[in-house]
T-cell receptor
């Protein structure tokens, strides 16, 4: 069965430090990959997406992610975090096969940025 | 664009009562999704529509749940009768196109509490 695994449920980090949020997916077919962010009491917002082409994808708020097909990973990174980056981050995968259209979300990683 | 609009933002009801959640998708979007978010199960896809037609309702937990989309600008998710285990945040999302490269736009959710 297709699945998405976010390896860390919580990531504490100090302001201005770099951060990496990890995401792995099960795959035997082509995929589209997404990262969404959820601020408290809000819906999810798209951070970035990988559809094809360059494996390094840049998104909003200084985030970027790298698609690694051999490791079936799509880790999210930011070189220097800000207090305002405190939120929950969701990795999501859309499997492309025979019209299969569901977007599958990981369990989420709560990023807590401390001063 | 106002984005995806959900109402109410909060709903508190007693077990056994009927609950109706409402969603207005982004104008022009042809796909609409209902998700449920809980701490235990994360984000679960309940049902999605294409051009107002339900395509996949395999995520609807049981017959107490039903969803309709009478026109392109309105959808409802109904729970009758409600139970305490239905307590969750329910999100509606819409997208233009159902292909893998179409990001979802989420509403701010309805927080349902069943006592």
């Amino acid at each position: 069965a297709q699945s998405v695994t976010q390896l860390d449920s919580q990531v504490p980090v100090f302001e201005e430090a770099p951060v990496e949020l990890r995401c792995n997916y099960s795959s035997s077919v082509s995929v589209y990959l997404f990262w969404y962010v959820q601020y408290p009491n809000q819906g999810l917002q798209l951070l970035l997406k990988y559809l094809s082409g360059s494996t390094l994808v840049k998104g909003i708020n200084g985030f970027e992610a790298e698609f690694n097909k051999s490791q079936t990973s799509f880790h999210l990174r930011k070189p220097s975090v800000h207090i305002s980056d405190t939120a929950e981050y969701f990795c999501a995968v859309r499997y492309i096969s025979g019209g299969y259209n569901k977007l599958i979300f990981g369990a989420g990683t709560r990023l807590a940025v401390h001063p | 664009d106002a984005g995806v609009i959900q109402s109410p933002r909060h709903e508190v009801t007693e077990m056994g009562q009927e609950v109706t959640l409402r969603c207005k998708p982004i104008s022009g979007h042809d796909y609409l999704f209902w998700y449920r978010q809980t701490m235990m199960r994360g984000l679960e896809l309940l049902i999605y529509f294409n051009n107002n037609v339900p395509i996949d309702d395999s995520g609807m937990p049981e017959d107490r749940f039903s969803a309709k989309m009478p026109n392109a600008s309105f959808s409802t998710l109904k729970i009758q009768p409600s139970e305490p285990r239905d307590s969750a945040v329910y999100f509606c999302a819409s997208s233009l196109g159902g292909a893998g490269n179409s990001p979802l736009h989420f509403g701010n959710g309805t927080r349902l509490t069943v006592t």
